[in-house]
């Protein structure tokens, strides 16, 4: 038992160092990941560990000195990493008041402002992984194109069926390759389907298999089908905000940013697909700059496996695929969001993607830097998200607010 105290305890120290400072690869990122958002549960697992290591004698002699010196290091870093947690709630709100305004809740529905709770859900982070609300439904794998699971998507809604709701498109990661609509987003769409938003999850073409652009055309397409059928569900097709993260982060600004582009709508050239509001995730915004060894990794990627073709000779492609390049005076609200510590999509393009679209655009642009967030930070409930989801949630009630005050299109409950 002793040498297993030792064992467990420079395991947690181990894990604790790395999810403090990761390092900018796969392996790093997955434990630091875990470690940092599950940063209570592990805490008490810890101290469950140590007292049933204490009750058993195992803690003796110098192995035990060195195991209790790692528990102490593990222990002080999960409460640091909790307490980082919890700055995230200050965070966001300082980033929406700078864009925004001091007095921005003022100028959201008050029917919309009187739902916002800013207090963390202890009772959900119990059993983070089983993400269900009991008062939103779910309508699953509706077809919306011609390339069979693929163009599948879920709609979430409330159970009691509104009418005439704000939609939210919810874009799954996955770096273009892996993942579809059953394994990411429900933290926020959960919320925001229970707050009386229609919710929508969509499937796209993956590589190797299918080549860019069709990620975005798909995603497109299920914008296109939620202007023609999402009332059938309650949803109001001219109201769409999208949010995603990672690939997904990608897609939604990339989205937002080529509105009713027809070289990315084949076959639905005349479909409408503006987006009144963006929220990307940690996202990729640009594969031509390569100064860093992840984002020279990443435009490896999308040379051999997602573009399909050479840097050097197809330079305007990568630059037509990154969000950097595309910013525009017409672009939509924008939240972006984004940790400091993220492994896989290094925050410096997410500052400079901010810096540039903020130079043009016409419209709000709001951005949240958490740190201590690493990739992917929002794929289950935790202490980080649940701020980042509630944050989100202002962001879109505002912007919904504003819209409504311009263009009354909501039924009459909706604006007052």
Same mark, same amino acid.
């Given at each position: ?99 925004? $305004? ?70 799954? $990661? ?74 997904? $982060? ?88 984004? $940790? ?77």
């Amino acid at each position: 038992m002793s040498k297993a105290f030792l064992i467990s305890s420079l395991v947690f120290a181990v894990l604790t160092l790395n999810a403090l400072r990761p390092l900018p690869e796969t392996t790093s990122f997955f434990a630091s990941w875990l470690t940092m958002e599950l940063a209570p549960q592990n805490l008490v697992l810890n101290l469950i560990l140590l007292g049933v290591f204490l009750a058993t004698g195992a803690i003796h002699g110098t192995g035990g000195t060195i195991g209790l010196a790692a528990e102490a290091l593990t222990v002080a870093g999960l409460l640091y990493m909790i307490a980082q947690s919890q700055r995230a709630k200050r965070i966001m709100e300082a980033a929406l008041i700078e864009t925004l $305004g001091p007095d921005y809740a003022s100028r959201i529905l008050p029917h919309r402002a009187a739902r916002h709770d800013l207090t963390v859900p202890w009772r959900q982070l119990l059993l983070p992984f089983r993400m269900q609300h009991p008062d939103v439904e779910k309508v699953s794998n509706i077809s919306f194109g011609p390339y069979g699971k693929k163009n599948r998507l879920d709609v979430y809604r409330h159970k009691d069926h509104p009418q005439g709701a704000p939609v939210l498109l919810f874009v799954h $990661g996955g770096g273009w390759t892996i993942s579809n609509k059953d394994q990411q987003g429900k933290p926020i769409m959960l919320h925001f389907a229970s707050r009386g938003w229609v919710c929508v999850a969509t499937n796209y073409r993956l590589s190797p298999r299918s080549a860019w652009p069709a990620h975005l055309e798909d995603v497109k397409r299920a914008t296109a089908w939620i202007r023609g059928n999402i009332s059938e569900y309650g949803g109001d097709p001219r109201f769409i905000l999208i949010t995603g993260g990672s690939a997904g $982060g990608h897609l939604t600004a990339i989205a937002a940013l080529t509105p009713n582009d027809p070289e990315y709508q084949p076959g639905f050239e005349e479909a409408d697909t503006t987006l009144q509001a963006a929220i990307p995730f940690y996202g990729v915004y640009d594969f031509v700059d390569g100064k860093t060894l992840t984002d020279w990794g990443t435009r490896r990627m999308m040379e051999r496996i997602v573009i399909k073709k050479s840097f050097k000779e197809h330079r305007i492609e990568f630059e037509k695929a990154s969000p950097i390049y595309r910013v525009n005076p017409d672009a939509p609200p924008f939240f972006v969001i984004h $940790g400091a510590h993220d492994s896989l999509a290094p925050v410096s393009a997410a500052r400079r993607f901010v810096a540039k679209l903020r130079s043009v655009s016409s419209q709000p642009l709001v951005y949240a830097e958490l740190p201590g967030g690493q990739h992917a930070f929002d794929v289950f409930p935790s202490i980080r998200s649940a701020h980042a989801i509630y944050a989100a949630e202002r962001f879109a009630d505002y912007v919904l607010s504003a819209w409504l005050a311009e263009h009354e299109s909501l039924p009459s409950r909706d604006r007052t």
